[in-house]
């Protein structure tokens, strides 16, 4: 029944408090900051339908209605409304703000929603028909990565809305563009495109494998952004990169950002980290940081090293979704570690102890 047969002997004694303890403790025990760079409380352009041309940059809203946000449609000129809608904003993004870690906060949207940037799909929250789930009591927070803004240019932000019943909209919260108040600037920033493929095969890990037939996939960005809306189940990263030669011989973090929801990290073949256990999926996973500590022999100072990691999703978005990506100093890890989120200490230690229990 478990492979492991420490399952057996605790599994009775431990496991289903152990599993209400998680549910009942939730995942909000966090204390991370944000600053507020642009303020998107007031006037969007708004529009009832459907057409996916409405997420593109290039559209002509000129005709579109304006409405408040916050605040329900129905309230706004369209009582009784039920369905599809669209808003639009255009935003100004300094060039300096690339080197920011950004996010989109777009409070709570009654019922579901998908983000554009851009013309670029960002992210999602609920589903829509006819597959139909609610997602009217979510805070909406979207991680926008540099790839898809245009500095010192118009930036367009595209949210298609579903309304079931009742209110519908952009309805609460503080809508902004926020930056994280102390972020990380790795040392050596890894490709922005990756090799990458559904399904699992550790062979997939090995340095020799060869992955020219695997479609390249965007990092960090959610896999259903880029062709796999729907998908749960295991993914596979591949990169290959050559370390900066200033940083040979240092103590030495890969910094994988957050993943949805589970990993493994493996370089040159052998793995250097994990987080969480299909096992115990089901907890804050998919909010921490994968920093994995790199041993010096396994890094390679005169040719290519390959970067594997082996990622499962269990329930809506997946992968390696927010930022920064790369290897970092340890010296200068410690510095801003201390200032980041952390899980309270009896969620985590009970984590670590399921993971021991399944691994």
């Known amino acids: 029944m478990f492979r492991n047969p420490k399952c057996a002997a605790f599994l009775a004694l431990f496991l289903l408090p152990a599993l209400i303890v998680i549910v009942g403790t939730g995942s909000g025990a966090y204390a991370q900051q944000y600053n507020r760079l642009i303020d998107l409380r007031g ?51 300094p060039r300096e703000w690339l080197q920011k870690q950004l996010y989109l906060d777009l409070g709570v949207v009654d019922d579901v929603d998908e983000v554009y940037v851009n013309g670029q799909f960002m992210g999602f929250r609920g ?41 519908g909209g952009i309805v609460r919260g503080e809508p902004a563009i926020k930056e994280l108040s102390h972020s990380l600037a790795v040392d050596q920033p890894l490709p922005m495109t990756w090799k990458f493929k559904i399904g699992d095969d550790m062979a997939w890990r090995a340095s020799q494998f060869d992955d020219g037939n695997w479609e390249r996939i965007r990092v960090p960005a959610f896999w259903e952004t880029q062709g796999h809306k729907g998908y749960d189940g295991f993914g596979w990263y591949r990169v290959k990169f050559r370390l900066n030669p200033e940083l040979m011989g240092q103590h030495l973090i890969l910094f994988l950002g957050k993943i949805d929801d589970i990993d493994e990290a493996y370089l040159n073949g052998e793995r250097i980290g994990k987080t969480g256990t299909r096992y115990t999926y089901g907890g804050d996973e998919y909010r921490r940081w994968r920093a994995y500590t790199i041993p010096n022999e396994m890094l390679l100072a005169d040719r290519e090293n390959l970067l594997a990691v082996r990622v499962y999703d269990g329930f809506a978005h997946g992968g390696i979704y927010e930022g920064p990506i790369g290897i970092v100093r340890r010296e200068k890890y410690l510095e801003w570690a201390p200032h980041q989120e952390r899980p309270t200490g009896r969620q985590n230690g009970l984590q670590k102890f399921l993971e021991w229990l399944f691994e």
């Open 43 to 93: 006037e969007w352009r708004f529009e009832i339908g459907d057409d996916p041309r409405w997420a593109e940059p290039s559209f002509n809203d000129a005709g579109w209605v304006t409405l408040r946000v916050p605040g329900q449609w129905e309230e706004q000129g369209f009582p009784g409304y039920d369905g599809y809608a669209w808003y639009r904003k255009r935003v100004n993004i």
């Open 127 to 167: 589903q829509f028909p006819p597959d139909y789930r609610t997602a009217y009591n979510e805070f909406r927070f979207y991680y926008l990565p540099a790839y898809c803004l245009r500095p010192e240019e118009s930036n367009v932000i595209a949210v298609r809305v579903y309304d079931a019943e009742l209110g």
